[in-house]
């Protein structure tokens, strides 16, 4: 997504800290607006006491950098006041606090170190810190930003469900029809459906028959035939064959809008990974008061309330350093755009985090492990006057130019095949069975094993079963209502599915297929891929089931699909995975989009995602790690054998964390 649809966008967005949302509001703009503002501060203002070779003052200078810091300070820092309350509403300190509470002390210090210096004049001088104030805010910004941008925004669900249905339907009133909007299609009403068109609500076949194709909808590839008192369900494609049928779920009541519930109620209920930022910033807090509290009571004891408020303010400014700001966020970035150079998209980056925990690996059958294409498995004649490969050239010349999937499988064949495909006379579509047409100057239909057995012809039953059940479609091949061959099709697996199912069990992670297909397909694919524990014959609500239940036991785990009907178990799994090729619905659920739809890409994600976490880890180690030598040094701990923290050397350990931060960030790699 581009920075200005971003900024178009931003006024709506939100950012999760500590278990809320965080209203950011115009991140970008504020970013740049407070990067103006802070170079001048930069310019004329010391860092920690200290001048560097680059700055200068002016007689009025310091009143410039007072407004400009003051300026800055409320509105760079509103975005984290904003978070820092609700962090305090629910009494979960985090990243938040943490930096408000850095810069409001940098402010409120340093006014009065101006207010003493330049309006009171009182002696010695005052220490300012306008320095750490500008660069924490900018800083925190910009680490902000990263994140922001980084995380792919996705359009709603609900939108993507609505697309899969027509604008308007043919409503039957009177033996006539009317063309009616879909919102004003009422249960029990008689709707015409014609070739070619999408099926607008559920409801029973009543008169005619046809194909229909419910990909889009149950993820499958096989085209289903539909008579009368047959079930349809909205959004599905009609094939070439017109039917009428009666409403019987519209609205709320219809197969999509319970898709939709659950998809909605999955992400509702779908378990938040705290940031480990947030956790470290949470504890530096806690750290951060009480060591600054011991070190104010002390030093006030013993020296006064002067020395005692220097130390405090320098050991709670120390505490939020600039580093940790960006120590995911950099990691992010980078891992986003690794991602997206192996084909990997990230839409939710706390699935990078929780990968670790992983121990089932769900997975749809039907084009995340198979291609989703029709392929001839088998073909043969029946005639001995007729060859194999003379059956298949008839049946690709009746098929020729259609666009039918399994017609396609057909040509395909052919052409492998080397054969030469003539284009059919008289070629038409017979609805609800087949097509008929005239090669050579004979008659043909190609029609399903439905028409046989109502036509009460003739066939090879055992042979239908045998091919049927390893997941295949068959269609007949008949002239003068005699059978003359058959073709079998069935979905071919992916080239390198077999490879990612081991690779899954060498990872300790245990590969599950779920599918909608019949016991007997789904056996022979699982078998193939080396697959232990399948699920077959699913509907929708049964994966999302069958999730809870693995969580229900403890176990977290990761779903890839590609359907609709996957879209409410992607949302609700621990990480969901969507094949790139599959609906914009699943893509719309998913915290991980595979582009080119391999399942390798998968083992990539998986690497990356272990290999960012442990990134994440160092980072925050470096970013936060010093704290731990640096506050207690900073308090005065060691000062009765006469050493305390210089605030310059604190504020160089502070600038050295964060170009290890950045460099560490950019040597992630996938593998």
Known sequence: ??????????????????????HMGNLKQKFWVSLILTIPIILMSPMMGMDLPFQFSFTGSNWIVAGLATILFFYGGKPFFSGAKGELQERKPAMMMLIALGISVSYIYSIYAFIANDILNIQPQKESFFWELSTLIVIMLLGHWIEMNTVSRAGSAVDALGKLLPDKAHLVENEKLRDVKIMDIQNGETLQVRAGEKVPADGVIIS??????????????????KVAKDKVIGGSINGDG?????????????????????????????????????????????????????????????????????????VLIIACPHSLGLAVPLVTARSTALAANHGLLIRNRDAMESIKKIKYVLMDKTG?????????????????????????????????????????????EAKQQKLTVAQAQNATQLTGVGLQGTVEGQTYKIVS?????????????????????????????????????????????KPSAKQAIQTF?????????????????????ADQLGITTYRAQLHPEDKQKIIGEYQGRGDQVMMVGDGVNDAPSLAKANIGIAIGS??????????????????????????????????????????????????????????????????????????????????????????
């Open 368 to 412: 995340t492990l198979t291609e989703g294409l029709f392929k001839v498995r088998h073909f043969e004649s029946y005639q001995n006057d007729l060859s194999d490969n003379q059956m298949l050239q008839i049946m690709a010349s009746l098929e020729n130019g259609s666009s039918h999937p399994m017609a396609i499988g057909i040509l395909n």
């Open 449 to 493: 094993a439905m028409y046989l057995e109502e036509q009460k012809l003739s066939y090879n039953v055992d042979s239908f079963k045998k091919w049927a059940s390893e997941g295949n479609s068959v269609a007949y091949l008949i002239s003068e209502e005699v059978v003359v061959g058959m073709v079998a099709e069935g979905d071919l697996i």
């Open 242 to 314: 017109t039917f009428e049928f009666k409403v019987t779920g519209t609205g709320e009541t219809s197969y999509l809008a319970q898709v939709q519930k659950m998809v909605a109620d999955a992400q509702q209920n779908k378990s938040k990974i705290e940031n480990t930022a947030d956790r470290v910033a949470g504890w530096l807090f806690y750290a951060a008061l009480i060591i600054g509290i011991i070190a104010f009571t002390v030093w006030t004891a013993f020296n006064g309330l002067s020395v005692g408020l220097s130390i405090t303010v320098t």
């Open 505 to 525: 069990k060498d990872m300790r992670s245990e590969p599950v297929m779920l599918t909608g297909d019949n016991e007997e397909t789904a056996k022979v694919v």
């Open 208 to 225: 005619g028959k046809s194909t229909i194709n419910e990909a889009m909808v149950t993820g499958e590839a096989k085209q289903v035939e």
């Open 582 to 671: 599959g609906t914009d619905v699943a893509i719309e659920s998913a915290d991980i989009i595979l582009v080119k739809s391999d399942p390798m890409d998968i083992v990539s994600f998986i690497k990356l995602a272990k290999n960012t976490h442990k990134k994440m880890m160092q980072n925050l180690w470096w970013g936060a790690g010093y704290n731990l030598i640096a506050l207690p040094l900073a308090a005065g701990v060691l000062a009765p054998i006469g050493f305390m923290l210089d605030p310059m050397v604190g504020a160089a350990i502070m600038s050295l964390s964060t170009i290890i931060v950045a460099i560490n960030a950019m040597t992630l790699k996938v593998k």
């Open 1 to 22: 997504m581009n920075d200005d649809m971003m900024d178009m966008n931003m006024d709506h967005d939100t950012m999760n800290h500590g278990g809320h949302m965080m």
